[in-house]
């Protein structure tokens, strides 16, 4: 099984800054992958970024990119240039890919609130 | 091409009733996954369908049950509703091709009262 941490509640950053959201995993399946979403208030969670366990290079998806650090089990979120539209939650989630294909393991998540 | 809807998206409903959610994945997806969103507990995996087959299963009572239909919709039925069943409901279709990732509609809001 996978357990997913995400430390921090809630941050603020600047509009157009960087800032970077924390997640540790811990699993025992050397075949995994760790996602990103993003909620908005509105309840939907949106799709963000993908590192698969065995990637030999961080994933970048436009302004996402992940820090992923296989040694220390952490694959952060770093968005840059923040903008308002930003603010949200953000669920870090694993997946194990040698037992049960189907199931997302979600942190706590963390709120993001940009301030102009 | 359109994502995952969800209907309905708010519902009310009584100590002791029942509740049924439903969900139509992406054209194309095949799996459609489950998730109970609470503020306490946060997000917790129900159950997947794949191919009109539950897949997975999470750690939830039996009230709890699921069926996918041939064209790929599904549908979340939640039996005897309790107070603490009152939640955000999360659905998720995928492709299930590597790497799995999945995407969800906006949810249905269930309060129990």
């Known amino acids: 099984a996978q357990k997913i941490t995400q430390t921090q509640p809630g941050m603020f950053v600047q509009e157009k800054e960087a800032v970077t959201l924390d997640c540790t995993y811990d699993?025992?399946?050397?075949?995994?992958?760790l996602f990103w979403y993003k909620q908005p208030s509105s309840g939907e969670m949106i799709f963000l970024i993908y590192?698969?366990?065995?990637?030999?290079q961080n994933a970048t998806e436009g302004r996402y990119s992940l820090n992923f650090q296989k040694a220390r089990k952490s694959a952060n979120l770093v968005i840059s240039a923040s903008q308002l539209g930003d603010s949200a939650m953000y669920f870090c989630?694993?997946?194990?890919?040698?037992?049960?294909?189907?199931?997302?393991?979600f942190g706590k998540g963390t709120k993001l609130s940009v301030k102009p | 091409k359109a994502g995952v809807t969800q209907t309905p998206r708010y519902l009310i409903k009584t100590r002791g009733q029942q509740v049924t959610l439903s969900c139509s994945p992406i054209?194309?997806?095949?799996?459609v996954s489950w998730y109970q969103q609470t503020p306490g507990q946060g997000l917790q995996f129900l159950f997947e369908?794949?191919?009109?087959?539950?897949?997975n299963k999470g750690n939830f009572p039996g009230r709890f049950s699921g069926r996918q239909f041939s064209n790929s919709r599904s549908e979340m039925n939640v039996s005897t509703l309790e107070l603490g069943d009152s939640a955000l409901y999360l659905c998720?279709?995928?492709?299930?091709?590597?790497?799995?990732?999945?995407?969800f509609g906006p949810g249905t809001r269930l309060t129990v009262t």
């Open positions: 998720a279709s995928s492709s299930r091709t590597f790497p799995y990732e999945q995407y």
């Open positions: 699993t025992s399946d050397p075949s995994y992958g």
């Open positions: 590192q698969g366990s065995y990637d030999q």
């Open positions: 989630a694993g997946a194990n890919y040698g037992g049960s294909q189907g199931n997302l393991i």
């Open positions: 054209s194309g997806h095949r799996s």
């Open positions: 369908y794949f191919s009109e087959t539950q897949r």
